[in-house]
């Protein structure tokens, strides 16, 4: 036993000295274990286009999926899962100066404390924002706008503890053009970088736990391509995660008629090499990594899942990467409606059981 208490304090001490301040970030991102999204819920858009006097709670029910209650948090929290993530738009609950909506607010931080009530950590984002557009020349409206709205979020949260995450953006890139879902143009990787130094200062400045507060940051479009990876600046702050976002192959995860298998040696390669990339870039340097979306869409193709879902696992704990599952649509796994766990097998899979 002597032994090994030598070797354990010698790893320690080894750590200390290669990744100093980061350390503790690790560690903290190891107890986060597996995950879900909570997505197409807090983060619907589009109802005031139709229905121009709806209530906006209303919003949160908008694309078919039922009010988030205490219920769904607890169920999660027994089915093994230690991490929720919750995407939030807050675009169409702003005024005209980006003053977000108090009843907006009120409802995102119910929704938070029933998560954190179950024993779980929170993740909280700015998600489907359209005035979040990698438009160069508006840059500095959007920092003014961006940074305007974490304050009020981070002000609200300040006196939260370090279960509770914010994500600086989800997928920040130049919709509609040739560039968005690519690794970006080297302006626009930078104006992201920019944006996520933004937010940290923003975060700090605001107090209270902010200040010891983990903050995920992203690249351009959350890819997970080398080149992307490689052009995120991580700000000098010791409790950074990196946000990436992953569906490989994409006719299998993603098209809805596309491929119902994926199991090729070149469809592994691919994968490997991504995770692999992710550790020499982030994971090394002492920077963790939390897949924050990712998975495969149901098309009658269980065992395929699967298997691509043990694989995707497997790449993961080599390089001790957090996975948290895209859990809506066609991705789900939990039937929020009814209770219930449509996918048993793959909840297993993906929390290590």
């Known amino acids: 036993?002597?032994?090994?208490?030598?070797?354990?304090?010698?790893?320690?001490?080894?750590?200390m000295?290669?990744?100093?301040?980061?350390?503790?970030?690790?560690y903290f991102t190891a107890r986060m274990g597996a995950g879900l999204n909570l997505g197409n819920t807090l983060d619907a858009t589009g109802l005031r286009q139709y229905r121009p006097d709806a209530d906006e709670l209303e919003y949160e029910v908008w694309w078919g999926n039922p009010r988030l209650?205490?219920?769904?948090?607890?169920?999660?929290?027994?089915?093994?899962?230690?991490?929720?993530r919750i995407p939030v738009t807050w675009e169409e609950h702003m005024d005209e100066e980006g003053r977000i909506s108090e009843r907006w607010m009120e409802r995102v931080q119910e929704v938070a404390d029933m998560a954190l009530s179950a024993d779980l950590y929170v993740?909280?984002?700015?998600?489907?924002?359209?005035?979040?557009?990698?438009?160069?020349?508006?840059?500095?409206?959007?920092?003014?706008?961006?940074?305007?709205?974490?304050?009020?979020?981070?002000?609200?949260?300040?006196?939260?503890?370090?279960?509770?995450?914010?994500?600086?953006?989800?997928?920040?890139?130049?919709?509609d053009s040739v560039y968005?879902?690519?690794?970006?143009?080297?302006?626009?990787?930078?104006?992201?970088?920019?944006?996520?130094?933004l937010f940290v200062k923003t975060v700090r400045e605001a107090g209270g736990g902010n200040?010891?507060?983990?903050?995920?940051?992203?690249?351009y479009a959350s890819t997970c391509e080398e080149e992307g990876m490689r052009g995120l600046i991580i700000p000098d702050d010791t409790r950074i995660i990196v946000s990436i976002h992953m569906y490989k192959p994409y006719s299998f995860c993603q098209k809805k008629g596309g491929d119902t298998d994926w199991d090729t040696p070149e469809n592994r390669e691919k994968a490997a090499s991504i995770f692999s990339d992710?550790?020499?870039?982030?994971?090394?340097?002492?920077?963790?990594?939390?897949?924050?979306?990712?998975?495969?869409?149901?098309?009658?193709?269980?065992?395929?899942?699967l298997t691509w879902t043990e694989y995707y696992m497997?790449?993961?704990?080599?390089?001790?990467?957090?996975?948290?599952?895209?859990?809506?649509?066609?991705?789900?796994?939990?039937?929020?409606?009814?209770?219930?766990?449509?996918?048993?097998?793959?909840?297993?899979i993906l929390w290590g059981q």
Request: hydrophobic content about 40%; charged content about 30%.
């Open 123 to 175: 993740i909280i984002n700015m998600h489907h924002e359209e005035w979040l557009d990698l438009q160069i020349e508006k840059e500095a409206e959007i920092q003014q706008r961006f940074g305007f709205a974490w304050a009020q979020i981070a002000g609200r949260f300040q006196d939260y503890d370090e279960r509770l995450l914010f994500e600086s953006m989800n997928e920040p890139r130049l919709r």
């Open 17 to 26: 000295i290669r990744f100093g301040g980061r350390m503790y970030t690790r």
């Open 1 to 15: 036993s002597a032994l090994l208490t030598a070797v354990a304090l010698s790893i320690f001490l080894y750590e």
């Open 314 to 348: 497997e790449l993961a704990g080599k390089y001790h990467i957090n996975c948290i599952w895209w859990d809506c649509g066609e991705y789900r796994l939990l039937d929020r409606e009814n209770g219930m766990w449509e996918f048993p097998e793959m909840v297993k």
């Open 211 to 219: 200040v010891r507060r983990f903050l995920l940051i992203c690249p």
């Open 180 to 197: 968005e879902w690519t690794s970006g143009t080297q302006q626009m990787r930078e104006m992201v970088n920019r944006l996520n130094e």
């Open 69 to 84: 209650d205490r219920e769904t948090f607890e169920m999660i929290a027994r089915a093994g899962f230690r991490t929720v």
């Open 278 to 305: 992710m550790n020499d870039i982030f994971v090394k340097k002492g920077v963790p990594v939390i897949l924050t979306e990712f998975g495969c869409v149901d098309k009658g193709n269980l065992e395929e899942r």
